[in-house]
């Protein structure tokens, strides 16, 4: 196994391309998926998030009040 896959020269930066598993250790990386990280080892997931405040697209209004008949 070539390790070096796991990391990449950015600007003179070492970047980590890949996350570690918090449960199996630093020597387990996690898969990269296109919306997750997961272990293939414990099932641990990671979710990306691409923005912070998606959940609340919905403009707040008055708050809807139910009309019963
Ligand atoms: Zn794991």
Same mark, same amino acid.
Do not use: Q
């Given at each position: 196994?070539?390790?070096?896959?796991?990391?990449?020269?950015?600007?003179?930066?070492?970047?980590?391309?890949?996350? +570690? #598993?918090? /449960? &199996? @250790?630093?020597?387990? %990386?996690?898969?990269?998926?296109?919306?997750?990280? +997961? #272990?293939? /080892? &414990? @099932?641990?997931?990671? %979710?990306?998030?691409?923005?912070?405040?998606?959940?609340?697209?919905?403009?707040?209004?008055?708050?809807?009040?139910?009309?019963?008949?």
């Amino acid at each position: 196994m070539n390790s070096s896959n796991y990391y990449k020269i950015e600007g003179g930066k070492l970047i980590r391309t890949h996350r +570690s #598993c918090p /449960k &199996c @250790g630093p020597s387990y %990386f996690l898969a990269n998926h296109y919306d997750r990280w +997961s #272990c293939g /080892k &414990c @099932g641990y997931a990671v %979710f990306k998030r691409k923005g912070s405040s998606k959940t609340t697209k919905a403009p707040r209004r008055s708050p809807r009040k139910r009309s019963k008949a």
